[in-house]
């Protein structure tokens, strides 16, 4: 036996369709883009530094805990973060803020992989880089959400 869930109210009209369709739009949008609390951005880039950083320890051992804890300390930062404000895993809508932090985290993901190479060099390019994109992306962010 199948069951079909019953409509209370008839079909709205295009006109009211569109009008709740936009509401809708714009009730996600305003959960997107609540402003974040301004410790945030410079405990994040501080975070994405240090983890960019973490090839240059010792022993490959070493660095991988680091990189561990601090991506652990990114992530729970983050949702905690979220859960003060009351949106968690909403992702902000500005697409600048969201491309710049994709290029904070290539850098990061590029450190993590010259520690190999012996390149100590480019890890401190990739830290610069990562802090420098996501700095960047936060006055973005900051602006986008309070205006």
Do not use: Q
């Amino acid at each position: 036996m199948v069951a079909t869930m019953a409509t209370i109210e008839p079909d709205p009209d295009p006109r009211e369709a569109s009008t709740r369709l936009k509401a809708v739009a714009d009730a996600r949008r305003a959960v997107r883009d609540r402003p974040w609390p301004v410790w945030l951005y410079p405990l994040n880039a501080l975070l994405l530094g240090g983890l960019a950083l973490a090839g240059l320890l010792g022993s490959a051992m070493l660095a991988t805990v680091v990189a561990l804890v601090l991506g652990v300390a990114l992530a729970a930062l983050n949702y905690r973060a979220g859960r003060l404000i009351g949106t968690p895993f909403a992702i902000p809508s500005s697409t600048g803020f969201r491309a710049l932090v994709a290029a904070s985290g290539a850098f990061v993901i590029v450190s993590l992989f010259t520690r190999a190479a012996g390149l100590e060099w480019v890890i401190m390019v990739c830290a610069v880089g990562a802090v420098i994109c996501y700095g960047l992306g936060s006055i973005l962010h900051y602006r986008s959400t309070r205006r």
